[in-house]
């Protein structure tokens, strides 16, 4: 009993907490989709928010390349 509600505590901890890893990986696929579908600025809003609130994600250096390309900063 004690090992069933232990997994079920660990089971919904997970669920709910979420990596950032997870989240960030989320925001920059639906980026990456966005800049697909020509929607540039939702894109940078996207890339904007990875760097903002996952900055030590891989993602955000990602992000920042992205950025860096759609607003012509890159030679």
């Known amino acids: 009993m004690r090992y ?3 997994a079920t505590v660990l089971a919904a901890g997970l669920l709910f ?3 950032t890893g997870d989240k960030a990986a989320e925001l ?3 980026a990456k989709f966005e800049e697909l579908q020509n929607n540039k600025e ?3 809003q996207l890339y904007e928010e990875i760097v903002a609130k996952y900055p030590r994600s891989d993602y955000a ?3 920042e390349e992205r950025l ?3 607003k012509g900063k890159r030679p």
């Open 17 to 19: 907490s979420g990596c």
């Open 61 to 63: 250096k990602k992000a």
């Open 28 to 30: 920059y696929d639906t």
């Open 42 to 44: 939702h894109a940078v």
């Open 4 to 6: 069933t509600l232990a």
């Open 68 to 70: 860096a390309e759609l």
